[in-house]
Nanobody
């Protein structure tokens, strides 16, 4: 059974930093598509970042490019999202999602919407406010 458990959310002031974690069980990080998505109150879910195992490439959405980076710890089977220079508009619930299809993140529509992701965590809330 595949499970994704996010942690690390919280409240931070504008300009601050947070690191989110996604602990994965039941599937190896080594050959999957995996990424972060977020959903703000009253808004649709949107992509943040997506790692394509088949391409060996990490994609970042324009809204966060230059301010976030993802990393993977294969030994811990954990994905991280390091966020800095946070803005109030980054306030959202952040979800980790994964798929056994390593090609999913190669497609922009999938990266932006989460389409094609098979497994989702419960999310962790990030609030950016002064």
């Amino acid at each position: 059974q595949v499970q994704l458990v996010e942690s690390g959310g919280g409240s931070v002031q504008p300009g601050g930093s947070l690191r989110l974690s996604c602990e994965v069980s039941g599937i190896s990080l080594d050959w999957i598509g995996i990424g972060w998505f977020r959903q703000a109150p009253g808004k649709e879910r949107e992509g943040v970042s997506c790692f394509s195992a088949s391409a060996g490439t990490t994609y970042y959405e324009d809204s966060v490019k230059g301010r976030v980076s993802i990393s993977r710890d294969s030994a811990k089977n954990t994905l991280y999202l390091q966020m800095s220079s946070l803005k109030p508009e980054d306030t959202a619930k952040y979800y980790c999602a994964a798929t056994q299809n390593p090609n999913v993140c190669n497609y922009q529509l999938n990266r932006r919407t989460g389409h094609g992701m098979d497994y989702w965590g419960e999310g962790t809330l990030v609030t950016v406010s002064s």
